[in-house]
């Protein structure tokens, strides 16, 4: 069985390759380089055993799409394609708009034409805003987000939604919490082109030197420390989400939505201590303003996907911290 991964050479498609190459599929990744190499298909290959086909393309162009199903003729598409930064997306939304939006376009109208009806899709917890309760269910209606990086995420659930609601799609929404960590090897990991602007990134780069101190955005959130809660997940057991989604979604039909996450927040602080504590390392810090848009608090009801998927988290928040700090060791993150 075929799997289409599109954003596949990024830092969650590529632990995804990988997860999807031991479980005996195989993969076609598409992917156009922009924030990531061509050489990750080359560390794919030695983590796993097995080579992904690769496809150097630009998503929204609807002839390359078009050519690459009539040639690999996938049976399934995972798609992750699409620009991330949040801060940027403030700053340009039409780019952010029209990358995203046109190539989940593009893509599903390449599905349709070629008969390709399953689809797994990387949403956000972002897409939730400012809820009252907490933890977050998939039944909460969704929230205005602060960002367009987050109503790019919301429109496509949209989009999704309506187009499976039609008959021929069968699809699942993902939604994922804090990704962090990297694969055991060091090979592939989480490399940000510029300054980070996540948590674990940026105490990484701290870490080895990359960076003098970390800024923590606010300490006067009404939490226990009051810093910022989020519930960290490692891009390992994340990547066996999306596995455990495929196979979910051979024997459905409709849409389902799955928060992926580990149902515990942990604050900055206490994310500080870890990382020191595991890795044997002082992280320097400042207290600094709070950053506009961040929410106090955000955590995963996370026991849908394991009734419905039978999947939850096996790495712990030590795991999270020493797989980072390894992978920027060796020059991966
Ligand atoms: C951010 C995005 C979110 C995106 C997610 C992807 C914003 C406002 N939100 O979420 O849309 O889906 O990344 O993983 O950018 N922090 C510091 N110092 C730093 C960086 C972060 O103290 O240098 C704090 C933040 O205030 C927050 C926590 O660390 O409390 C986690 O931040 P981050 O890793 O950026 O993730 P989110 O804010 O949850």
Same mark, same amino acid.
């Given at each position: 069985m075929n799997v289409l991964l599109t954003g596949g050479t990024g830092y969650i498609g590529s632990h995804i390759a990988v997860e999807l190459l031991n479980s005996g599929y195989d993969v076609t990744i598409a992917d156009d380089f922009s924030n990531s190499s061509p050489e990750v298909a080359g560390y794919i290959t030695k983590i796993s055993g097995k080579s992904p086909i690769v496809y150097e393309l630009d998503a929204t162009d609807n002839a390359s799409v078009d050519a690459m199903f009539r040639e690999c003729l996938p049976n399934a598409v995972i798609h992750l394609a699409g620009f991330k930064a949040v801060g940027e997306s403030v700053f340009a939304p039409l780019k952010y708009y029209r990358n995203n939006l046109d190539c989940t376009l593009t893509l599903l109208e390449a599905m349709e034409r070629h008969g390709?009806?399953?689809?797994?899709?990387?949403?956000?917890?972002?897409?939730?805003?400012?809820?009252? =309760?907490?933890?977050?269910?998939?039944?909460?209606?969704?929230?205005?987000?602060?960002?367009?990086?987050?109503?790019?995420?919301?429109?496509?659930? =949209?989009?999704?939604?309506?187009?499976?609601?039609?008959?021929?799609?069968?699809?699942?929404i993902l939604r994922y919490f804090n990704p962090v960590g990297a694969h055991k090897s060091g090979l592939i990991?989480?490399?940000? =082109?510029?300054?980070?602007?996540?948590?674990?990134?940026?105490?990484?780069?701290?870490?080895i030197g990359k960076l003098p101190k970390l800024k923590v955005y606010?300490?006067?959130?009404?939490?226990?420390?009051?810093?910022?809660i989020r519930d960290y997940i490692h891009v390992v057991d994340l990547a066996k989400g999306h596995v455990k989604a495929l196979e979910?979604?051979?024997? =459905?039909?409709?849409?389902?939505?799955?928060?992926?996450?580990?149902?515990?927040?942990?604050?900055?602080?206490?994310?500080?201590?870890?990382?020191?504590?595991?890795?044997?390392?002082?992280?320097?810090?400042?207290?600094?303003?709070?950053r506009p848009g961040d929410l106090p608090e955000s955590y995963a009801d996370a026991t849908k996907a394991e009734k419905m998927l039978g999947w939850k988290t096996e790495l712990t928040i030590e795991d999270m911290c020493r797989d980072s700090y390894a992978a920027a060791r060796l020059g991966t993150s």
């Open positions: 390709v009806w399953r689809l797994i899709f990387s949403s956000s917890a972002t897409v939730y805003g400012n809820q009252e =309760r907490l933890p977050y269910t998939e039944d909460m209606q969704t929230r205005e987000c602060s960002n367009p990086y987050g109503s790019t995420k919301q429109i496509i659930e =949209r989009i999704i939604t309506d187009t499976s609601a039609n008959g021929w799609l069968s699809s699942v990991g989480e490399s940000p =082109r510029n300054e980070p602007n996540n948590l674990m990134p940026y105490i990484t780069q701290v870490a606010g300490n006067d959130y009404p939490t226990s420390d009051g810093t910022g979910y979604s051979l024997t =459905r039909s409709g849409v389902e939505i799955f928060n992926l996450g580990t149902g515990h927040g942990y604050s900055v602080l206490e994310l500080i201590d870890i990382y020191e504590r595991v890795n044997n390392i002082k992280i320097p810090f400042v207290i600094a303003p709070r």
